[in-house]
C-alpha cells in the first residue's frame, strides 16, 4: 500500500511538472522567446530550460523571481492550478467535518461554530456549515442578541437545515427578518450584511449550509483591478443601478472605446444625433436599433445588453414555493426541487434531489458546471461516476458532502437526499465562447500548448 | 538621486506588501479563517499573521507552500499582479527595443528579427517589432522561400510598415497570400498558421508591429481548463460552427444546467415540445420566444445569444478602405482611421491617430481599455496625462512606443502619427458587469478588501 501511494504521489507531481513546464513554454511564447533567449536572459542552461519545458525538473522559486525582473510578467503567471480532484470527485467526510469545527465568538459571546465542508483547489466553493448559538427570543430585526457581519466579496447561497431567522438589509437599506425553515434558501450579494440566529422555540439550535463562492470577480480579474489601484480601478463600475442606466453606461462605453464622435456614429448608423443623445440618456433602443448600434461598433448585440432585470440583493425561496419536476425525461430516476437563485449569476442553479431509483446502472447526470453537493437526508446514498480511470463507485451518508468537476457522467442512487450547488469556475461564460469560437480541434492546444509558436527545422 | 531611487523602491515594496497583505486577508476570509485560525493551522504566532496582512513583512514563499499543503488553495492565490507603471504610463524607448533584437532562423536561414516594444505587467499586450529577412519574389501562397508557423495562443493583430506579403490558411483550408503595404492592417484568430515576407521590389526589408495579447481564455481560464484535464477541458467548447449551431448548443446547455426536461421547460414556457426541440436543432427563436426561454431559465436574454456573426479567422483591412473621422466633436485635435478589427473581440480596437493640435492643453482622451501605442510617424509625439501624483509630461518618439493603464485621461500632441491598440484585460466584460452590479459603493471593497468578514466585537 505504501508504495503505491508513493507511486501515485510521484506520478502526480511528474504530471504536474508536466504541465507547469507546458505552461512555462506557453509564457515563453508569449513573449517569442525560444528556449536559447530565455537560458541567456535567465542566466541558467539550455539543457535547464528544456529540462523544466518537458517537466523532468520542477521549475524553482527562484528561477520564476528572476523571470519577474527581466521580463514583464508575474509570479502568479507561472503557478499552475493544483488538481487535488484528480478522479473528478472528492467527499468529506461527516467525521472530517465536525473536527474542522471552530466557534466564532462575537460580542464576547460564542455565535456560531464554523465548520469545512468538501472544498477543492480546482472548484471555487468555500462552503461551510454553521450552527448557529445564539438563540433570539423575538423576530424583530432590531433583536440585540443579533451580531451582524461586514458582508463579504463570495456570493452566497444558504440551505437552511432548521428553524432559523435570517436577518439581512434590504434594497431600501432596512433590516429584515426571515423566519426560515427547513429547506428554505436563500441568495445573498456580496458586501451585503447579514446575520443568522436560532429561534427560541426550536427544539435544538437552527444549522444552515453557508455555500460561498467567487464568480468573475474573483482571481485575475480582482488582481488586476488590485494593480490598477482604486482610483481607475472604480472607473470600471459603469451605472448599473436600473436597466435604463445599465443600457446607457453601455452604449457610452462601447463608442468611447472607439473614440467615435455622435456625428461619425449618426453618420455611420443613419441615427439623428438627438436620437443617439437619447440612448446615452437612458432611452432604451429597439431590438433593431440595437443590431443597428452594435454592427456600427463591430461588436455583438449581447455586448450592448445588461442583466435582464436589476435583480433584489437578497433573494428568499420558501420551500413551499418551489417548483418540482422529475428527471430524466423518461427514467424519472430523480425528484427535482428548484431552489433559490439570481439572474446576476446565469451559472449558479441550486437543487435538492430526491433520489427515487435504487438499482439502474445509467449514468443519468453530466452537467457542464461544478457541483456541491451535501447528504441532506437520512440515508446513504451511492455515487457512480466515470473517472479517468473508468467506472468508480462510492458512499455519500448523511452530513458527508462532496465536490465533482464539470462534465463528469454520474449517479446517484438509494433512497435519499441531496443538497446540490452547481457553479460557474473561470471558464463558463465568456472564456468558454472564446474557446468555443477556437473549434473542437483547437482546444487540446488551448487547454495545454505543448507547442513552439513555430519549427526552427522551417514548414511550407 | 540615488536616495530617491531607493526610497521609492522601498515605498513600492511597501505598497505591494500591503497589497498582498490585503489579498492574503481574502484568502483568509474566503476560506472563513480568522488570524488565530491561520495561525493555528500554519504553525506560526498570531502576531506573525497580522504582520502579514498589514503588510509589516512580506508573505513568504514557504507559507504559501504550507498553506497549499493544508488549505484547498492554489500558489497562484497568493501572488498580486506586480505594478511596474505605477504612473499609468510606461514608453520603451527605441534604443531599447533595438538592444532586445533577435534573429529568428528557420530552415537554416535568418528569416526574421524580432524586436520587443513596450510591455507591462500590468497589461495584456505582447507586441514585438519585426523585420522580414526574407525576400520572396513571386506572390504565389506556396512560394518555396516562406516558412510557416504553427500559430499561436494569441491573438494577433498586425500593422504594416512597409512592402510585405502576408501568407495565412484561410476558413477553407487554403493558403493565401495578401500583398500589403503601409498602413494595412489584419487580425488573426489564435492557432491560425501565417507567415509574413518581405517583397522582392521592396526599397527596404518589410517591417509590421505583431501586436499578440492573450484575451479570456488566458490566465485563470486556462489554468482551470489545465487542472481539469484535456478530457474534461475539451467538454467546454460548445459547437460555435454557425450560428444556428451555436443558438442550438447554447439552449441546451441552460437548460442542462438546471437538469429541466423538456416537459418541464414546455410547461412553463407554453410553448409544445417539437418547438423546443427545433430550437435545439438549430432554430433560431425570435426575439420574444428567447425572452421566454431567458425568463425560465432564470438567466438573462445575453446569456443565450452568440456571436452576432461567426467571422472570418483572418480579417484583413486595406488603408485605402478604412474609415476616417475627426475627435474630439468640438476640438477636431485628431483624424482617427479605423484599422482591421473582429467581432470576436467586441472590446479590441486599433486606430491611426493623426495628431493636429500642438498645444491645447485638455486632456481629451480617456478609455476604459488596456492600451498600446507606437510612434510610425516622423515626428516626435507629445503626451500629458494625469497620474497619481498629478499632471505628467513625456514624449514618444518615432520608433519609441509605450503601455497606458485604463481610464488614465491624457492627450497627444504635435504633428505626429500614432498606432494605438486598444484591448480588455481581465476585467472588461463579465466581471466589469459583476463590479457594476455591486455598485459603485462597494467597489472599494470588492477592488483590495481590507475588512474581515465580521467584527469580533460584534455589530447591531
Not at 461527516?94 to 462575537?106: A, F, L, P, Q, T
Not at 446517484?412 to 477556437?438: A, C, H, W, Y
Request: net charge neutral.
Amino acid at each position: 500500500m505504501a508504495d503505491e501511494k508513493t507511486f501515485t504521489k510521484e506520478l502526480r507531481e511528474s504530471l504536474e511538472n508536466k504541465r507547469m513546464g507546458n505552461n512555462f513554454l506557453g509564457i515563453l511564447n508569449d513573449i517569442k522567446r525560444r528556449p536559447s533567449d530565455a537560458a541567456k536572459e535567465l542566466e541558467i542552461s539550455k539543457e535547464e530550460i528544456e529540462n523544466i519545458i518537458n517537466g523532468k525538473i520542477r521549475l524553482s522559486s527562484e528561477i520564476i523571481s528572476k523571470a519577474t525582473k527581466i521580463w514583464p510578467v508575474n509570479s502568479r503567471d507561472f503557478y499552475i492550478m493544483h488538481d487535488d480532484c484528480p478522479s473528478g470527485l472528492k467527499i468529506m467526510r461527516y467525521e472530517d467535518s465536525v473536527k474542522s469545527g471552530r466557534i466564532m465568538h462575537r460580542s464576547g459571546k460564542p455565535y456560531y461554530e464554523y465548520r469545512d465542508t468538501a472544498m477543492s483547489s480546482v472548484g471555487p466553493f468555500r462552503p461551510e456549515w454553521i450552527e448557529m448559538l445564539c438563540v433570539v427570543d423575538d423576530n424583530e430585526p432590531n433583536n440585540k442578541q443579533t451580531q451582524w457581519n461586514n458582508g463579504h466579496f463570495m456570493h452566497q447561497f444558504t440551505y437552511f437545515l432548521g428553524d432559523v431567522n435570517f436577518y439581512y438589509i434590504d434594497d431600501n437599506g432596512e433590516k429584515k427578518v426571515g423566519v426560515m425553515n427547513i429547506g428554505d434558501s436563500n441568495y445573498i450579494t456580496p458586501f451585503t450584511p447579514h446575520s443568522f440566529a436560532t429561534r427560541k422555540d426550536a427544539k435544538k439550535n437552527g444549522l444552515i449550509l453557508a455555500l460561498t463562492y467567487g464568480n468573475n470577480l474573483s482571481g485575475d480579474s480582482q488582481h488586476e483591478l488590485s494593480s490598477l489601484g482604486k482610483k481607475l480601478g472604480k472607473e470600471f463600475a459603469l451605472d448599473f443601478s436600473s436597466k435604463e442606466n445599465a443600457s446607457a453606461s453601455l452604449i457610452k462605453f462601447h463608442r468611447n472605446n472607439s473614440s467615435l464622435t455622435l456625428h461619425e456614429l449618426s453618420k455611420r448608423t443613419n441615427m439623428n444625433i438627438e436620437k443617439l443623445k437619447d440612448f446615452e440618456n437612458g432611452k432604451i433602443p429597439t431590438y433593431s436599433e440595437y443590431t443597428i448600434l452594435a454592427e456600427h461598433f463591430n461588436v455583438n448585440i449581447r455586448d450592448l445588453f445588461s442583466y435582464d432585470k436589476i435583480s433584489n440583493k437578497v433573494i428568499v425561496r420558501l420551500h413551499k414555493n418551489t417548483k418540482k419536476w422529475f428527471y430524466p425525461e423518461d427514467t424519472k430516476n430523480y425528484e427535482l426541487v428548484e431552489l433559490a437563485s439570481t439572474i446576476s449569476l446565469p451559472y449558479s442553479k441550486a437543487l435538492e434531489i430526491n433520489i427515487l431509483s435504487e438499482n439502474n446502472k445509467t449514468l443519468d447526470l453530466k452537467v457542464g458546471l461544478h457541483q456541491y453537493g451535501y447528504n441532506i437526508g437520512n440515508t446513504d446514498v451511492s455515487i457512480s461516476y466515470e473517472s479517468e480511470d473508468g467506472l468508480k463507485d462510492d458512499m455519500v451518508k448523511p452530513g458527508d458532502s462532496f465536490y465533482m468537476k464539470p462534465f463528469v457522467e454520474h449517479n446517484f442512487r438509494g433512497k435519499g437526499k441531496l443538497l446540490v450547488l452547481r457553479i460557474s469556475g473561470k471558464i463558463t461564460g465568456e472564456p468558454q465562447r472564446e474557446l468555443s469560437l477556437m473549434g473542437k480541434k483547437n482546444t487540446a492546444r488551448a487547454i495545454n500548448d505543448s507547442l513552439q509558436w513555430f519549427d526552427a527545422k522551417g514548414k511550407n
